[in-house]
């Protein structure tokens, strides 16, 4: 303040007063839409899963781990995230256990890398992005993730110590071609949809899965 301000000293006070509040207001609105905005981001649904699936996945122990099988794909449009960072890091950060985090390339599918993480896990999660982005990237690459969806699924299926862990599919669809996807699912008893992979989206996501 300088010399010739200090002699309104007490009106400045005021103002700055009133100055304040406004702005403490204004951060409070702006937080409470963030707030509520993240709280919608992605509309996610559970569209199916076995009560029993459902119940054992919400009372996994804390020494069971939680494999997640994500596809290589770019970032969303409207991603925060680094450059060098996988699009799915939030997820796995969000999943309220010990998350083994387990990329796959869409051109390769599932290979025995993958099959070898699971008589270790305590359930499962396995993405499948087709978002208009990544399809634009690989026209294909619904079909393909699908593919190493049922390869894991099989497995799972066949091994005599995992066969009734929890499988959860988590399908990222944003546009009207996504019922066909839910439809394509229909072997996979456990299905949570998104419209995006935000890292808000993403928790929306786990909140679904575990009700917190």
């Not at 099988?69 to 969303?76: E, K, L, N, R």
């Amino acid at each position: 303040m300088t010399m010739g301000e200090r002699k309104s000293q007490a009106s400045s006070k005021s103002k700055t007063h009133h100055s304040n509040m406004a702005s403490s207001a204004s951060g409070t609105s702006t937080l409470t839409a963030l707030v509520q905005g993240a709280s919608s981001a992605g509309d996610a649904k559970l569209v199916r899963c076995p009560v029993g699936a459902l119940e054992r996945l919400r009372r996994l122990n804390e020494a069971e781990v939680i494999t997640l099988f994500t596809p290589f794909v770019p970032h969303p449009p409207s991603t925060s995230l680094a450059k060098d960072m996988d699009p799915f890091e939030p997820l796995g950060r969000a999943l309220p256990r010990q998350v083994r985090h387990v990329p796959y390339r869409l051109d390769n599918g599932m290979t025995e890398m993958h099959a070898d993480f699971l008589p270790a896990s305590g359930a499962v999660v396995i993405v499948l992005c087709a978002t208009a982005n990544v399809l634009a990237y690989q026209p294909r690459a619904f079909e393909r993730q699908l593919k190493f969806a049922q390869g894991i699924s099989k497995k799972i299926k066949e091994s005599d110590t995992i066969a009734g862990i929890p499988a959860i599919l988590l399908l990222i669809d944003d546009h009207a071609t996504g019922q066909a996807y839910i439809n394509a699912t229909h072997d996979f008893p456990a299905l949570v949809t998104i419209n995006d992979y935000t890292t808000a989206a993403l928790a929306n996501a786990v909140h679904v899965l575990f009700g917190k």
